[in-house]
């Protein structure tokens, strides 16, 4: 690539982005340094002012500009409202694939390129391999770290913009690197979850903007067992939030198996509902970078760092694909992401309806 060309580097305040402006610094590009700010809550504590002044050390220790880009309009409305929306109708949201699509790859591309632009970058544990000419999105090489499960809404365009200067390495070579340039930013915890959520758990959240009303939990054999929160927000497979009536110390764990919002009950069993051969899954609000073929063996995930499932592609359309498993896996819930892979090739993906 053209090394005099200009990137605009998302700049989070963590180890990974202040690495990925420092490569892209060495390998000669015009590096700018860009803070995204997002929106909260006014009622929750966000320590947003603290992450930009580290970004902005870096930027200042790497010698390069440092804007700040505001996406608080898109994140509230894209994000947030989503989230809520979601939960609302009975659905598991994924903030995390959302944010990606709106706001770093919607707000803050928008910014860089209105800016000038060549190339915006991001410290994704993810690669860009440009095969022929066209941008294919490919897991990171550490992979534990791998993060194209949240990116898998990112179009060709999208691609053809943006670089990933850390998916080539594991995350000891980033801190290891980041110490040696003399980087704040080396030893620091890796931020957890998203902002406007930030430290408070699911109940809390919605407690703001929807009446949760506690209820029972039940059996399969129907037998009321234990009170929970508020059916809205359960998800299944889910093992905690809420209480079971006596309680042994040996008693395994309990995992939501159904949820029945009208009559405001989750149903817990011991063991959680599988997705078999038996099964199909069905995708809906489709991205695909490359089309796979019907009778395709492909590879999917339905939660970030699952260990990759195999499925047959069975049926394909414009709007929707439907997929048959070709082993056994923990059953999803509806408005989770199932994202696509041929070998290290992220596909793109769908919404589980």
């Not at 691609?159 to 980033?174: A, E």
């Not at 764990?253 to 159904?258: D, F, L, N, T």
């Not at 949820?259 to 405001?264: F, G, K, P």
């Amino acid at each position: 690539m053209n090394t005099k060309k200009t990137v605009f580097v998302g700049l989070s305040g963590g180890v990974d982005s202040s690495v990925a402006a420092l490569r892209l610094l060495k390998a000669g590009f015009n590096v700018i340094g860009v803070f995204i700010k997002v929106w909260h809550p006014d009622w929750i504590v966000c320590n947003w002012e603290a992450e930009r002044l580290d970004a902005m050390r870096v930027a200042a220790k790497l010698g390069i500009q440092f804007l700040t880009c505001d996406a608080e309009d898109a994140y509230r409305d894209e994000v947030a409202i989503y989230f809520i929306n979601e939960y609302k109708a009975g659905r598991t949201p994924n903030p995390d694939v959302m944010c990606n699509k709106y706001v770093k790859f919607g707000a803050f591309l928008k910014f860089a390129r209105s800016r000038g632009a060549d190339f915006i970058a991001t410290g994704h544990y993810a690669q860009r391999i440009d095969v022929n000419g066209v941008p294919e999105l490919h897991r990171g090489v550490d992979t534990n770290k791998d993060q194209t499960y949240f990116l898998w809404t990112l179009t060709s365009d999208q691609l053809l913009q943006t670089l990933f200067p850390v998916g080539n390495s594991c995350k000891k070579v980033i801190r290891a690197e980041a110490a040696s340039a003399g980087l704040l930013t080396a030893t620091k915890k890796d931020s957890q979850g998203v902002c406007f959520l930030g430290h408070i758990d699911i109940k809390e959240f919605m407690s703001h903007y929807i009446t949760l009303i506690p209820g029972d939990v039940i059996s399969e054999s129907g037998e009321v067992i234990g009170t929970h929160s508020g059916a809205l927000i359960y998800t299944l497979g889910q093992r905690h939030g809420f209480s079971l009536n006596n309680t042994l110390p040996n008693q395994t764990g309990q995992y939501v198996v159904a949820r029945d919002v009208l009559n405001n009950t989750i149903t817990v069993a011991e063991t959680s509902l599988k997705l078999t051969t038996s099964d199909l899954l069905t995708l809906v609000t489709l991205n695909l970078t490359r089309t796979p073929i019907l009778g395709q063996e492909l590879f999917f995930q339905i939660r970030y760092r699952q260990k990759p499932q195999t499925a047959i592609l069975t049926a394909i359309s414009p709007t929707s694909i439907a997929l048959k498993p070709t082993g056994v896996s923990d059953t999803p819930a509806r408005g989770q992401s199932c994202v696509l892979y041929e070998g290290n090739r992220c596909l793109g993906g769908g919404i589980i309806v």
